[in-house]
């Protein structure tokens, strides 16, 4: 079981930029995907971007491409997402997870096991 807590949310202007970043205690040796969703009132837990941890590949939602980055730092057992050029509907909690499943850079939330408490973004 890995802990992973989320920082970096907070209120920017349409237009601003965020960086959020994941601190993970452990990356587990099983783990093959590192993913940020988010979550809006009324709304279902999307994905936004995922990396495969053993590997470069990623994957964005199409609402996110050309505009978020994920990228992660081994060294400090922290998964980074830099967002830029934010939207009024980027507005969302943002959760940080590990999956131990295979198939996880497509982000279904079944195949991910570990879970941040989230980070607050908003933006006006």
């Known amino acids: 079981h890995v802990q992973l807590v989320e920082s970096g ?3 920017v202007q349409a237009g601003g930029s965020l960086r959020l970043a994941c601190l993970a205690s452990a990356y587990p040796a ?7 969703f988010r979550q809006s009132p ?6 936004v971007a995922a990396l495969v941890t053993g590997g470069r590949s990623t994957h964005y939602v199409d609402a996110v491409k050309g505009r978020f980055t994920i990228s992660r730092s081994s060294a400090e057992n922290t998964v980074y997402l ?6 009024l509907e980027d507005t969302a909690m943002y959760y940080c997870a590990s999956a131990r499943s295979p198939a996880c850079l497509s982000m279904t939330i079944s195949r991910y096991q570990d879970w941040g408490l989230g980070t607050q973004v908003t933006v006006s």
């Open 9 to 11: 949310g907070g209120e």
């Open 30 to 36: 099983e783990s093959k995907c590192m993913a940020w």
């Open 42 to 47: 009324g709304k279902g837990r999307e994905g």
């Open 82 to 87: 830099q967002m830029n050029n934010l939207t």
